[in-house]
């Protein structure tokens, strides 16, 4: 590329009218100028070549992505990658934030993917590595997303719930259980205190769980408890299936009583869970399945920011992500940044309750609560209920109890010393979670303005 070329696709961010850009940031490795290589990069990715030949035009004044920040991090003699395929004796990290014109794109979920995670990013010519580590959004562009329907306050008006994290469970043996044993095993959870059970992300419309079926026992179920403990339950249905049929699976839950339903977000397309949102008349779940081989990398691929924010522009009203503990792989600050994520200023999109989740059980709950500074948050147990030794019931109430031992400022294993359910749980899922350093009981506020007992430093 000329370096007439090259200045054609860098910018001044204070000459451009952010309204009509997305911003792209990147970490990129290159095997030559760090420059050159930011350059090409914003090339590939909006006008390639930019006229056609013998005919005086150039689409790049209206049509090209900008270079408005570079930032060279450091430089190794070996690629990020093993082996070294480039064969290069010198590799360059550098941190760029590129400026795209919406209008190449418009609101289209695919064809915004195309551009930021495509062929032109990841198959540019010099970059040896590359990770995205965000988009900005105008809020001209966010006004064109439905974003979530019910969100963090609507889960809670549903529930009726204010002043504590929201409990959710994976109704456990995740597969293999006939309709009506399912039935049971929620209803067990739901009278223990649980807010909502649902599917596993892994429980689909089987022959030994006909969906229907289960949907119309679940349901039931699920209006069983609410009478039998005067509280609103939500039962969450896994509609992941192939695109034509997630609609009709949605139909059929909310026909039986069932009153939100879950997606595996990146499995399904997040155009698809765009369409499932248009479509639905209850509260719409992301599960974080096919994330990891996306983020996992240090050096290459999408982080897990960037799909927070995706999920909640295409109307995740909730976000399981993963979460805290050696299990997911995944440092405190991501799961805190991802979970704040949900709730910050995004335009007109309603704040994602967050769900951060991996081996989770009641003494889990006080080192959650102290990470995340805030009440807006779900937990999501497995066994941490359905393994109780005490059964469901035991092990739901086991999390009611933790956030009591929470309010009343008593250790969980002096607080489990009159509770057997707590006691038992510490039996089987060994001591509670180490816990956060906290600033005292400052009041402080989340994101439906409930208090919070803590305040972030």
């Known amino acids: 590329m000329q370096t007439s070329d090259i200045h054609a696709f860098f910018a001044d961010e204070d000459t451009l009218d952010r309204e009509d850009y997305l911003f792209f940031t990147y970490v990129f ?16 990715q909006s006008t390639a070549q930019w006229k056609r030949p013998c005919v005086d035009e150039d689409f790049r004044p209206a049509h090209a992505a900008k270079v408005v920040d570079l930032q060279v991090i450091d430089e190794s003699r070996s690629s990020v990658f093993a082996p070294d395929f480039s064969g290069k004796s010198r590799y360059t990290r550098a941190r760029v934030r590129i400026a795209h014109p919406h209008r190449n794109f418009g609101a289209r979920i695919p064809n915004l993917l195309t551009v930021a995670m495509g062929e032109g990013a990841f198959f540019c010519h010099g970059v040896t590595s590359i990770k995205l ?65 649902k599917d596993d992300e892994m429980l689909a419309d089987t022959d030994y769980s006909p969906f229907e079926e289960r949907m119309r026992l679940t349901g039931a179920a699920r209006r069983d408890a609410e009478a039998a403990t005067g509280e609103k339950k939500i039962f969450i249905a896994n509609v992941t299936d192939e695109v034509d049929r997630m609609m009709e699976l949605h139909d059929i839950a909310v026909r039986h009583g069932v009153n939100a339903v879950m997606v595996n977000a990146m499995a399904t397309g997040l155009s698809a869970v765009r369409a499932l949102r248009k479509r639905a008349s209850v509260p719409v779940v992301a599960h974080f399945d096919c994330i990891a081989p996306m983020s996992r990398h240090p050096h290459f691929g999408v982080s897990t920011t960037v799909l927070t924010k995706l999920q909640r522009l295409c109307g995740c009203d909730a ?62 147990p497995g066994r941490g209920v359905f393994g109780h030794p005490m059964g469901p019931r035991a092990g739901a109430r086991s999390l009611r109890l933790a956030w009591e031992a929470i309010v009343r400022r008593i250790e969980f294993t002096e607080f489990a010393a009159d509770y057997p359910e707590l006691r038992a749980a510490m039996e089987t899922f060994g001591a509670p979670a180490a816990r956060a350093e906290t600033t005292g009981p400052m009041p402080a506020m989340g994101y439906t303005g409930v208090p919070i007992l803590f305040q972030r430093n």
């Open 133 to 197: 580590l965000d988009i900005e959004f105008p809020e001209s562009y966010l006004f064109l997303f439905q974003g979530p329907q019910f969100g963090t306050r609507g889960i809670r008006e549903m529930l009726g719930v204010w002043d504590r994290p929201l409990f959710f469970g994976v109704v456990k043996p995740n597969v293999g259980l006939d309709p009506q044993s399912f039935a049971g095993i929620a209803r067990e959870a739901w009278e223990g205190g649980l807010d909502a059970a």
């Open 319 to 380: 976000i399981i992500m993963p979460g805290f503990g050696a299990r997911m792989m995944t440092s405190d600050d991501e799961v805190i940044a991802n979970s704040a994520e949900c709730g910050s200023a995004f335009g007109n999109i309603t704040a994602s309750l967050p769900v951060p989740g991996g081996s989770d059980w009641a003494g889990s709950l006080a080192a959650m609560y102290e990470k995340l500074r805030t009440l807006d948050f779900a937990m999501v």
């Open 29 to 44: 490795e290159t095997d030559g100028d760090p420059r050159e290589a930011a350059a090409s990069l914003a090339c590939e």
